[in-house]
């Protein structure tokens, strides 16, 4: 039987590990369990690159976890003396004029960030072009640019954070996934993995992204599983595309879904992805495929908004997973009825940016305490009802 631990983490995705080391850091001993190895292959966590973004339309609290988070990531980036968030500005292409009723998200988002003290910088059809030549400024002739904001290098990220909560005294326990719960008298008593080993702790968190429900079947009638297609293009020019020249964007995202990001320095390549409703899946028996109809209309995106990509080869696509709650909030709160269990989960497509601040709010709510941000990701009954927290997600 393993080493008792004060705190059991299940799930090395970016809830996880942020919690565990934070936890680490307040002097608790740690344990951590993760199928295969982190990053894992299927983690949402795991990709190339994750927007960091404070525009969240009216929402004033999601732009202030993301302002700290970005004061974070700039620390980690000097901390780990590597540049593991790409402070590239972010870029919000809009269709109609800014004024004008259609482009909500990008206005409130405007006020919101501007209560904030930060200025965005509005660009004309002429501006946009002459500063982002591939953008086709017929489709969206106006724009608004924060400096503030960018990218993070997602899988690259974990593996940092994975070595460092190591270096510090987190016991990663790789290749065991989290399979029976011992639940006595309303107390986790012990977690057995499929692999046939036993841990046991003092408390468990629950950080298993899209596999949290299956773990605690009552959080399935508020958490399912979707599925988001990302598309990998490699330009024949990437020069216009590099950040510097190119910065993370939306394209008139709250009525399209549409966002990308410039061209990863290692490999020239630019990603792309979808932020909409998705798929309902399985996380572990439904297949995880990007359909033809979906390139299709990638392609027909791409013609109409990035002409000079029209014909470029898209040379990956993935099928990636969100944790989606009902109401699109994040899920972080100690179970009701089992009193050493906190659950930390329900990224719903827009966590891993905000990683720094769930890390902190998980292993304060795990200890018993409060976060100044904790209320709203509470446990809470939900009804389905269409609409969603993030003002960017395109929602039919
Ligand atoms: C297509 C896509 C695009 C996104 N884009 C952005 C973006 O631009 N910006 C942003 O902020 N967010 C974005 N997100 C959301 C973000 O990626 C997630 O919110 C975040 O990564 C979730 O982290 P997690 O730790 O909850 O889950 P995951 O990263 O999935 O980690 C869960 C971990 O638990 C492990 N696990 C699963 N089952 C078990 C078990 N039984 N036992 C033990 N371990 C287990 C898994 O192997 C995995 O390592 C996006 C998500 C997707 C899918």
Known sequence: MAKKYDFL?????????????????RKHSVGLINPDSIPHHLAASTDISKAVRMEYGPDREYAEMAEISIRRWREWNAFFSDTLYHETGFLMLCRKPLKSVDQQYELKSIETVGEMGYAHEHLDKQQLKARYPVVHTECFPEAAFNPVGGFAESSRIIEKLATYAASIGVKIHEGQTAEFLGITHGRLESIRTREG???????????????????????????????????????????????????????????????????????????????????????ERDERRVTDSEVADFRSFLKESFPVLANAPVVYTRRCLYTDTLDGHFWIDRHPDIGNLTISTGGSGHGFKMGPVIGEMTADVAEGGKHNFSDRYSWRHLEANGSTADAARHMQ
């Open 9 to 25: 983490v299940v799930g090395g995705g970016i809830f996880g590990i942020s919690a565990a080391i934070e936890l680490a850091r």
């Open 197 to 283: 080993h036993q841990f046991t702790f003092g408390h468990a968190i629950i950080a298993a992204g899209a596999h949290t429900p299956e773990l605690i079947p009552d959080l399935k009638p508020y958490i399912r599983a979707t599925g988001h297609p990302v598309f990998w293009v490699r330009p024949a020019d990437t020069v216009p595309f590099m950040s510097g020249n190119f910065p993370v964007f939306t394209a008139d995202i709250a009525h399209t879904g549409w966002y990308g990001f410039p061209a990863l320095p290692s490999s020239g390549v630019v990603k792309f992805g979808k932020h909409a409703q998705g798929l309902t899946l399985h996380p």
